[in-house]
C-alpha cells in the first residue's frame, strides 16, 4: 500500500499496517512524536489496534526549537 | 526581602506558580546545547517549542530537543507559530497537545503576513473561543490594541501577550503608553512577547506593571547568549523591584537637592 507520510508517498509491501509496524518501519520508535490521519489526529494508545489504508495522508509532528 | 515581597514575586498563570517572569524560546540557536545553557542561565521555567514535521529516516539516536529539554524539567508552551489561519493553529496545538500527553498550557499566535509577522486578531479572536472551548490554558499572542487584548481575556485566555515591537526586531517597547492601558484594564496577566531587543528594554516593560516578559532572538541573537541571558534574568528582577518598589514622581520643570540645605558653611 502506499501511504504519504509529511508530504511524501512511501509503499509498504504489507496487506495489514498498523501504526505500531509503521513506526518500527519508518524508524520512529522510541523518539517522540504525534501523528495524524487524514486530519485525524491517532491517540498513541491506539498504535496497536489502528490500522493504515491504501492513499492515508500522515502528518508526523515533533517539538522543535521556536520562539 | 520578608515573606510577603517574596510572595509577591511568584508567578500565576492558569492556576500554576512560577518563579521566574522571563519566558524563553527555544529557537535560533547555534545547538541544543547552547539552547540549554542559555535557558538555564536566564533561570526560564516555561518555554516554547515549535511544532513541525519530523524527519523521518533521521538517525534514531541523533538527539532532539526533547532530550535536552526534558519535558519534566521545563513547562513547555507549544506555539503556533507559522500559522495563518484559525484552523491551522487549533490543529496544530492539538497535535501539540497529543505530542505533550494532554498538555493544556499553549501558545496561540497567528500571523497576518509573512514580511512583519503581524497578529491577524481576527483569526486569533476565532481560534481562542475554540481552544478555550476546547479545554486548552490558552496565553496568546497579540497587537498592542487594548480592545482586542480585553476581547481575548473575555473570551477565556490566561494571559494576553501584546507585542512590543515586531518579531525578532529587537526595536524594543514601542508603544508603552498602550501597554499601560491593557496593563490597567485586564486582570489576567499581560506578558510582552516579542521585539525585546537588550536588557533594559525588558526591564521597561517590568517597570510598566508587565507580569511577564517572553523573549527569544534577544538572547539566541546576541554576541554572547549565556551572558544575555544572565543580563536578562537580572533585567526583570530588576525591573519587576522598581514596578513594586514604586518610581518616585517626576518633576518636570523643578529640581530638589538631595542633600540639605540646611547647614551649608558660609
Not at chain 1, 23 to 39: M, P
Not at chain 2, 69 to 90: E, F, M
Amino acid at each position: 500500500m502506499k501511504i504519504s507520510i509529511n508530504g511524501k508517498m512511501q509503499s509498504f509491501d504489507k496487506d495489514v499496517l498498523t501504526f505500531e509496524t509503521l513506526i518500527k518501519e519508518i524508524n520512529l520508535e522510541g523518539r517522540r512524536f504525534a501523528i495524524e490521519r487524514n486530519g485525524e489526529i491517532i491517540p498513541k494508545s491506539q498504535f496497536n489496534k489502528y490500522t493504515l489504508n491504501d492513499g492515508d495522508k500522515l502528518e508526523i509532528i515533533g517539538a522543535v526549537g521556536g520562539g | 526581602m520578608d515573606k510577603n515581597e517574596n510572595q509577591s514575586e511568584l508567578f500565576d498563570i492558569a492556576g500554576q506558580t512560577f518563579n521566574s517572569r522571563l519566558l524563553v524560546g527555544t529557537g535560533k540557536y547555534k545547538d541544543f546545547k547552547e539552547t540549554k545553557s542559555a535557558i538555564d542561565e536566564s533561570g526560564a521555567e516555561i518555554v516554547t517549542v515549535a511544532i513541525r514535521r519530523v524527519n523521518i529516516g533521521q538517525d534514531k539516536n541523533q538527539p532532539s530537543l526533547i532530550d535536552y529539554l526534558p519535558p519534566k524539567d521545563y513547562t513547555y508552551l507549544p506555539n503556533t507559530a507559522g500559522c495563518y489561519t484559525a484552523d491551522d493553529s487549533v490543529r496544530t496545538l492539538r497535535l501539540a497537545r497529543e505530542l505533550l500527553d494532554g498538555h493544556k498550557l499553549v501558545k496561540l499566535e497567528v500571523l497576518g503576513d509573512s514580511e512583519t509577522l503581524y497578529p491577524n486578531v481576527v483569526e486569533t479572536l476565532n481560534a481562542a473561543r475554540i481552544l478555550v472551548k476546547d479545554g486548552f490554558d490558552v496565553m496568546v499572542y497579540t497587537s498592542d490594541d487594548p480592545i482586542m487584548a480585553k476581547q481575548l481575556e473575555d473570551v477565556g485566555c490566561c494571559a494576553i501577550m501584546p507585542l512590543a515591537s515586531l518579531i525578532g526586531s529587537g526595536m524594543g517597547i514601542l508603544n508603552p503608553w498602550n501597554l499601560e492601558i491593557i496593563i490597567d484594564r485586564l486582570s489576567v496577566p499581560v506578558i510582552v512577547d516579542a521585539g525585546v531587543g537588550t536588557a533594559s528594554d525588558a526591564s521597561i516593560a517590568m517597570e510598566l506593571g508587565c507580569d511577564g516578559v517572553l523573549m527569544n532572538t534577544a538572547i539566541a541573537a546576541a554576541k554572547n547568549p549565556i551572558l544575555m541571558a544572565r543580563a536578562m534574568k537580572k533585567s526583570i528582577e530588576a525591573g519587576r523591584e522598581a514596578f513594586l518598589a514604586g518610581r518616585m514622581p517626576k518633576k518636570l520643570y523643578q529640581a530638589s537637592p538631595s542633600s540639605p540645605t540646611k547647614g551649608i558653611i558660609e
